[in-house]
């Protein structure tokens, strides 16, 4: 029997994988569509302190390989998600990680304080990196000094790991990285959706109502290996691999790339099976190379010679 297993932060994970923040509602959703026992973990939507309705609709608009998204991070707020989801969500045999969400430290800060209360969760992961807003996540997420300040003030107040889920919008997502790293941050998420728009050329009108929302899914995919590539390269922390993860296959590849888990999102919306199926793939692939851990594949990438000791693998030069 393989072992799936992975450790962040001093917690154990049944396997790699885990559902997306906003992709898999509140976890108990999908429970009459899959077993969630079978999960590693579980990100929960992003929780605000307050109730928030989101953006106005149109909010979700399909594209080539995947979607556009402005949801605008609707949510119930936390104290409605201590109440009446988490004692739902503690029945289930998997690690529940309550993604967390402000318009400024203080408000991050008041979400930390109702959950640090509740029993049932396994740590917090911030959002310094939704563009669907239009003030709060992106400010945090696009300058390490403010995301490092904000991880630093969450990590004196949590009773929990932290983890920091980052911003592909960055100038330079491995200085963030590194931020949050030395502001104690115990793992880093990477990544968010990337800024994208989408036009009805009949009415010639955006088909987002806020113009601009967040690419995801598969077409996302080789900009967020590449970002976990080379953040697990300059940071020690766990590294937790999104975008575009769809197959048991995209899974191994940011595995392989150096993140110690992954996150699937976009694919729950056409198939809720589709992380059982990664899991049920990561054992198939395991045992066939005759592997009784995942372990040995974590950051095992081979890279040619001449660029094994570069720090970010620098962009190799292109011929004009």
């Known amino acids: 029997m393989v072992d799936l297993?992975?450790?962040?932060?001093g917690i154990r994970f049944k396997n790699p994988v885990l559902t997306a923040s906003g992709t898999f509602g509140y976890g108990v959703e999908f429970a009459p569509l899959l077993d969630l026992n079978a999960l590693g973990g579980i990100?929960?939507?992003?929780l605000s302190y307050r109730p928030l309705e989101g953006n106005p609709p149109p909010r979700i608009v399909e594209t080539h390989g995947g979607m556009i998204n402005s949801i605008g991070l609707q949510n119930i707020g936390?104290?409605?998600f201590v109440r009446d989801v988490l004692p739902q969500l503690r029945q289930y045999d998997t690690r529940i990680i309550a993604n967390v969400f402000g318009f400024n430290r203080d408000e991050y800060l008041d979400v930390i304080r109702v959950l640090n209360d509740a029993d049932g969760v396994d740590a917090y992961?911030?959002?310094?990196?939704?563009?669907?807003?239009?003030?709060?996540?992106m400010e945090f997420g696009n300058d390490p000094g403010e995301a490092a300040r904000l991880t630093e003030a969450c990590k004196?107040?949590?009773?929990?790991?932290?983890?920091?889920?980052?911003?592909?919008?960055?100038?330079d997502i491995g200085d963030v990285a590194v931020a949050v790293e030395k502001a104690g941050a115990d793992a880093v998420s990477v990544t968010n959706t990337i800024l994208g728009m989408s036009v009805d050329i009949y009415t010639r009108r955006?088909?987002?109502?806020?113009?601009?929302?967040?690419?995801?899914?598969p077409a996302i995919k080789p900009i967020a290996l590449r970002m976990v590539f080379q953040v697990a390269r300059r940071v020690a922390i766990p590294v937790i691999g999104i975008g575009g993860i769809a197959t048991a296959e995209d899974a191994l590849e940011f595995l392989i790339a150096g993140a110690?888990?992954?996150?699937?999102?976009t694919a729950n919306y056409y198939d809720p099976l589709a992380s059982i199926k990664i899991i049920d793939g990561l054992?198939?692939?395991?045992?066939q190379r005759s592997l009784d851990s995942i372990l040995p594949l974590i950051g095992s990438i081979e890279l040619p010679t001449n660029l094994r000791n570069a720090e970010g693998c620098q962009q190799p030069d292109v011929a004009s």
Not at 5 to 9: D, G, P, Y
Not at 43 to 46: F, Y
Not at 157 to 170: I, T
Not at 260 to 265: M, Y
């Open 43 to 46: 990100c929960t939507k992003g």
């Open 125 to 137: 992961e911030l959002n310094i990196s939704c563009p669907n807003v239009s003030s709060g996540g």
């Open 260 to 265: 110690t888990a992954i996150q699937v999102g």
């Open 78 to 80: 936390v104290e409605a």
């Open 156 to 171: 004196r107040l949590a009773h929990r790991p932290v983890f920091v889920k980052l911003s592909p919008n960055a100038p």
């Open 206 to 217: 955006p088909r987002l109502a806020t113009v601009m929302g967040g690419v995801s899914g």
């Open 5 to 9: 297993s992975v450790t962040i932060a």
């Open 283 to 287: 054992n198939r692939y395991c045992k």
